[in-house]
């Protein structure tokens, strides 16, 4: 039994969120950093807001840059953390009695100084996403960086630093949240967990 995945489960039921330090380890974390597509600026798009069927760029709410990942062409160290959320994803299904079928996964990277402002991740044409679940890939991230995702709880907002190899899951249609700015670049692995097959996106 994962340790992890039950701290996740538990948090999840008890919550609606959990985090969960060294899900990656340093060398995992590292190794997925030194992929060579991972730091092709080439392979990044504009990220935009809602699905898409209607995405649109708009910098004054969103400013990172995204590159959505094939799970069955990601290079071994990515494909290491992969695989690890499928099985979470499958705990999660055994543990909470959910009917998630499959994850999405993009590269999210925020240029210095860079923000997403408040807003959840379930579309309202399309709730699909049940789970969402980042992880961190920030080494020597300190405090005086930024960077928070901030989740808006109802005792009150609740701040998670990017720290590498961090992993935070929580409810997609209930916790709304936003990523603050930060004064070096914050990058991570952020995905869904959907109660359908996912479709490799493009966008």
């Not at 008890?14 to 950093?33: M, R, W």
């Not at 935070?168 to 603050?180: A, K, W, Y």
Request: hydrophobic fraction near 40%; proline fraction near 3%; charged fraction near 25%.
């Amino acid at each position: 039994m994962n340790a992890d995945f039950e701290v996740i489960a538990d948090g999840l039921a008890e919550q609606g969120y959990a985090v969960v330090d060294q899900f990656l380890s340093q060398h995992e974390v590292e190794a997925i950093l030194q992929v060579k597509e991972f730091n092709d600026n080439r392979l990044f798009k504009k990220a935009g807001i809602g699905n898409s069927q209607s995405v649109q760029i708009q910098e004054g709410i969103r400013g990172d840059y995204i590159q959505w990942l094939d799970k069955s062409t990601a290079k071994t160290p990515i494909k290491v953390y992969l695989d690890k959320l499928d099985a979470l994803t499958r705990f999660l299904n055994q543990a909470l009695f959910l009917s998630l079928k499959d994850f999405e996964v993009h590269i999210a990277r925020y240029p210095v100084g860079t923000f997403y402002k408040r807003h959840l991740d379930q579309f309202k044409q399309d709730d699909h996403r049940k789970l969402s679940v980042i992880c961190y890939l920030n080494t020597n991230w300190k405090e005086e960086h930024g960077g928070q995702l901030r989740m808006y709880l109802p005792e009150g907002p609740k701040d998670i630093y990017p720290l590498a190899g961090r992993l935070v899951c929580f409810r997609s249609d209930q916790l709304e949240h936003e990523v603050l700015p930060a004064i070096r670049e914050r990058v991570s692995i952020t995905g869904w967990m959907l109660d359908k097959i996912g479709e490799l996106k493009h966008l």
